[in-house]
């Protein structure tokens, strides 16, 4: 297994331009979470899934972020518009079921310039 | 609520010495404490929890309930030990668990 896959790895983009990053879980693992690192705040969950549905997106920012998982493989997250200070790195993470172990994606840095 | 509070951003030791990550929680059950850790250019990783009760690379780490804390320990660091570290706390409750960590804690090990 490839571990949790995310893309891109690196995103620049303009101010105000719509971001979609990609998570693919590993395959059997039906929770997934995104993070958002940075060094003032280190990682904050922003939303949990458990198969396939929202569980606590009360870590979402505000309403420019929304996050999707559509099917067990596969789950985005969205900022419309992006805003600098959303400049960081998000990860994904899904745990075994039974096992509180969560494996990580490598992150999608994101810039918004 | 649960909530993770590293109150060391960086901490920097020399190699041979003992080193201490501190990590104190706010849950109001039953926790499940970790430890994370997250060596240059590499993804998040479990270093090791708290009913597993290992050492893990030298390291260790007890839950103290009175205290509300599962401070990381290691007699003597090494300088691959330099990485960031995190303090995470799971919540039992049912087939969900949101996974909380602290802002965390950047070692250094100097030669």
């Known amino acids: 297994d490839a571990g949790v896959i995310q893309s891109p790895r690196h995103e620049v983009t303009e101010m105000g331009q719509e971001v979609t990053l990609r998570c693919k879980p590993i395959?059997?693992?039906?929770?997934l979470f995104w993070y958002r690192q940075t060094m003032m705040r280190g990682l904050e969950l922003l939303i949990y899934?458990?198969?396939?549905?929202?569980?606590?997106d009360s870590g979402m920012p505000e309403d420019r972020f929304s996050a999707k998982m559509p099917n067990a493989s596969f789950s985005t997250l969205k900022i419309q518009p992006s805003e600098p200070r959303d400049s960081a790195v998000y990860f994904c993470?899904?745990?075994?079921?039974?096992?509180?172990?969560?494996?990580f994606g490598q992150g999608t840095r994101l810039t918004v310039v | 609520a649960q909530r993770v509070t590293q109150p060391e951003k960086l901490l920097s030791v020399f190699k041979g010495a003992p080193v201490e990550l501190k990590c104190n929680y706010s849950?109001?059950?039953?926790?499940?404490l970790f430890w994370y850790v997250q060596y240059s250019r590499q993804r998040l990783q479990l270093l090791l929890r708290?009913?597993s009760r290992e050492s893990i690379k030298g390291f260790t780490a007890d839950l103290n309930k009175g205290e509300t804390s599962f401070h990381l320990k290691k007699p003597f660091a090494q300088e691959e030990d330099s990485a960031m570290y995190y303090c995470?706390?799971?919540?039992?409750?049912?087939?969900?668990?949101?996974?909380?960590f602290g802002k965390g804690t950047l070692l250094t090990v100097n030669p």
């Open positions: 995470a706390l799971r919540g039992w409750g049912g087939s969900n668990y949101k996974l909380t």
């Open positions: 993470a899904s745990p075994r079921p039974g096992n509180t172990e969560a494996f």
């Open positions: 899934f458990n198969n396939n549905v929202p569980i606590d």
């Open positions: 849950y109001s059950g039953s926790p499940e």
């Open positions: 708290h009913i």
């Open positions: 395959s059997g693992h039906n929770s």
